[in-house]
């Protein structure tokens, strides 16, 4: 059974900075594609970045230029640095691992964290 963890989320004034933590388990993380969501309040869930097992990133265009994905093989962890904060990031963060291409979805979830952006 895959496993993710998240930790890191908190609160934090607009313009700030956070770096979100994922760990997960060895054959998740090396043989997986990972990604980064997020859900606002009364909003859909949203991709907000996404890693290949080369390390090739994607990101929304709303955290371009704000936030880095980047992944620790050795310690089978993926990061959300995010930078430049904003009240809109204001969401539960998700880590989730190993793209389905049948389901067109992500196999596994973590339970989430939460980060909120004040003024």
């Known amino acids: 059974q895959v496993q993710l963890v998240e930790s890191g989320g908190g609160s934090v004034q607009a313009g700030g900075s956070l770096k979100l933590s994922c760990t997960a388990s060895?054959?998740?993380?090396?043989?997986?594609?990972m990604a980064w969501y997020r859900q606002a309040p009364g909003k859909e869930r949203e991709l907000v970045s996404s890693?290949?097992?080369?390390?090739?990133?994607t990101y929304a265009d709303s955290v371009k230029g704000r936030f880095t994905i980047s992944r620790d093989t050795g310690k089978s962890t993926l990061y959300l640095q995010m930078n430049s904060l904003k009240i809109e990031d204001t969401a539960v963060y998700y880590c989730?691992?190993?793209?389905?291409?049948?389901?067109?979805?992500?196999?596994?979830w973590g339970k989430g964290t939460q980060v909120t952006v004040s003024s």
């Open positions: 989730a691992s190993c793209w389905s291409v049948s389901r067109r979805e992500y196999n596994y």
């Open positions: 060895a054959y998740s993380f090396s043989t997986c594609r």
């Open positions: 890693t290949n097992r080369s390390g090739t990133a």
